[in-house]
């Protein structure tokens, strides 16, 4: 019999990729998502699918699934910065009471349960590379702190349904990652210097660009994610591709990728947006014998030729195609 898989988020970047990894290797999925960040087009081509359902649902009311389910991935949330500003409510309540409704979910089917953690736990790092073993450097009070709180509150309730009701989870601390079906408009520097480079704009390089970070093609992550729901370890395990640029650096190479003329422009750096960030995957690569197999070269010209393949229109504005037929409220 088929296993059974609950992926909340489903219609966001890393849900849709998600779901389309776990019906490639025969389960059966069900997509939750309430589509205030996600799009419906990311999931499109499995609606039709036997294997997949589409449910309709904001995880932060209560949650019940028919039938049995083993696996639950936990993966909705707004994940961009100016998401952060826009509903920053939203995004502590989905990483809190949405994570709780999960835990109770996972508890009452009796499902192995993987939630989506993030780099962000480390906030601005005084320790570089990042391991697990860092505590990290969170304001909780400034504008990323509803999204950083949020997800250490996350990481919290989920170790205590481990150790006090003995649930099986597993929490990936997920760096920046990038592929096609990001959101044009999210405002993270990736659909946001291709969008500059494709409307012939000039990039934005906030603060002096010395600020780094380290890209993760959505593929590796994924494969990173899957291994390490089957894996039997519980406690946080880096999920994150090593190699680290500035985005001044970065800018630079979208500008050679785009083969664009345009101009780099300078702009104030948001508040505690992050110096420096790599992660450190010795745990991932002992415990999920996994490393990222993917170049930046090569996943970002994936990416840009996604980008490039949208419309003119869509390039200004992504709208939401109407599926209500196949939604279940
Ligand atoms: N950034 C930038 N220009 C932009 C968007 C982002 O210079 O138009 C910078 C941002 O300040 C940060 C880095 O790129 O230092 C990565 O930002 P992103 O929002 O992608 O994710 P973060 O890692 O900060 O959550």
């Known amino acids: 019999m088929a296993k059974r898989i609950l992926i909340t988020g489903a219609a966001g970047f890393l849900g849709s990729h ?12 069900i997509g939750m998502d309430n589509l205030i960040t996600g799009d419906l087009r990311n999931i499109e081509h499995l609606i039709k699918l036997k294997n997949f359902e589409f449910h309709h649902h904001d995880i932060t009311k209560f949650v019940h699934v028919a039938g049995k389910l083993d696996y639950i991935l ?5 994940a ?7 509903i920053p409510i939203q995004t502590l309540k989905v990483g809190s009471i949405g994570t709780l409704h999960c835990l109770g979910l996972a508890k009452e089917k009796n499902a192995r349960i993987l939630i989506a953690s993030t780099s962000e736990v480390y906030g601005d790092p005084l320790v570089h590379p990042q391991n697990e073993e860092y505590y990290g450097n969170v ?13 250490r509150f996350q990481e919290s309730i989920t170790m205590a349904y481990h150790r006090f009701h003995g649930l099986e989870t597993r929490i990936a601390r997920i760096f920046n990652t990038y592929g096609p079906r990001m959101r044009l408009n999210d405002g993270r520097v990736i659909p946001a210097f291709i969008g500059q480079a494709l409307r012939g704009e000039d990039l934005t390089v906030f603060g002096d660009g ?14 990173g994610i899957y291994r390490l729901l089957l894996s039997d370890f519980s406690d946080p395990v880096n999920i994150g591709n090593p190699n680290e640029i500035s985005i001044l650096d970065f800018a630079k190479e979208i500008i050679n990728l785009t083969g664009t003329d345009q101009k780099i422009i300078f702009k104030e750096l948001p508040q505690d947006d992050p110096l420096q960030r790599q992660p450190d995957i010795s745990r991932a690569r002992d415990i999920l014998n996994w490393e990222p197999q993917v170049s930046r070269e090569k996943g970002m010209k994936i990416t840009y030729e996604y980008f490039r393949s949208l419309s003119a229109e869509e390039l200004q504005k992504r709208e939401h195609k109407d599926f209500s037929e196949h939604i279940r409220r």
């Open 18 to 29: 998600l779901c389309d990894r776990f019906i490639k290797e025969g389960f059966e999925v």
């Open 80 to 86: 961009s910065p100016i998401d952060y500003l826009k």
């Open 139 to 151: 304001n909780a009070i400034g504008p990323r702190g509803v999204y950083d709180e949020a997800k």
């Open 74 to 78: 936990h993966f909705a949330s707004p």
């Open 210 to 223: 010395s600020q780094t970070r380290s890209f993760c093609y959505v593929d590796d992550q994924v494969e």
